[in-house]
């Protein structure tokens, strides 16, 4: 039987714990702040153009 692989945090890098989906570790993990910083920092990087190809 195939198992799936963890899926990596963007923001931490670090795998979910096995069986957890991301939107749960985001919750659980990370402060308001973290996340929102994050996509500031990615949509700035995406309206620039900056964004590897």
Same mark, same amino acid.
């Given at each position: 039987? #195939?198992?799936k692989e963890? @899926?990596?945090c963007p923001i931490?890098?670090?795998p979910t714990d *096995?069986?957890?989906q991301l939107e749960d570790h985001l919750f659980a993990e990370h402060s308001k702040r973290k996340l *929102?910083?994050?996509i500031v920092a990615d949509t #700035? @990087?995406?309206a620039n153009g900056d964004a590897a190809e």
């Open positions: 039987m #195939a198992t963890p @899926v990596e931490c890098r670090e *096995a069986g957890q *929102a910083k994050f #700035a @990087v995406l």
